[in-house]
């Protein structure tokens, strides 16, 4: 269980220093993840699909085929079914988007 140490207030401040303007940004990250409620294990898997779309699509476009090998190479116990409901997630939050025929069409 996390408790709150005798220097909070002191973190707090240097967060809010650090974060400035964004500091609105990140509490709407927080509540959009917070909201879906997936809990850690979901929140890893998206963290792993976005980290490897974000390298795959600094080349172009990004097709399922390619995304899910990638994400596979890097979590190999993510089955393709996991990863697929992944992507539908993702897309329908405007997270990633894939190129091909069926991106859309989940």
């Known amino acids: ?3 709150v140490g005798p220097k909070i207030g002191e973190a707090v401040a240097q967060a809010a220093r650090k974060l400035g303007t964004r ?3 990140l509490r709407e990250l927080c509540a959009f993840f917070n909201g879906i409620e997936f809990g850690t294990a979901g929140l890893e898997r998206w963290a792993t699909i976005h980290k490897c779309w974000r390298d ?4 172009g476009p990004v097709g399922e ?3 899910i090998a990638e994400v596979r190479g890097w979590k190999p116990r993510y089955t393709e079914a996991d990863v697929r409901r992944s992507f539908r997630g993702m897309v329908s939050k ?6 091909g025929p069926d991106r859309d069409g989940f």
């Open 56 to 59: 795959l699509v600094r080349s």
């Open 1 to 3: 269980m996390f408790r």
């Open 94 to 99: 405007g997270l990633i988007r894939l190129a």
């Open 23 to 25: 500091a609105d940004a």
């Open 65 to 67: 085929t390619d995304l």
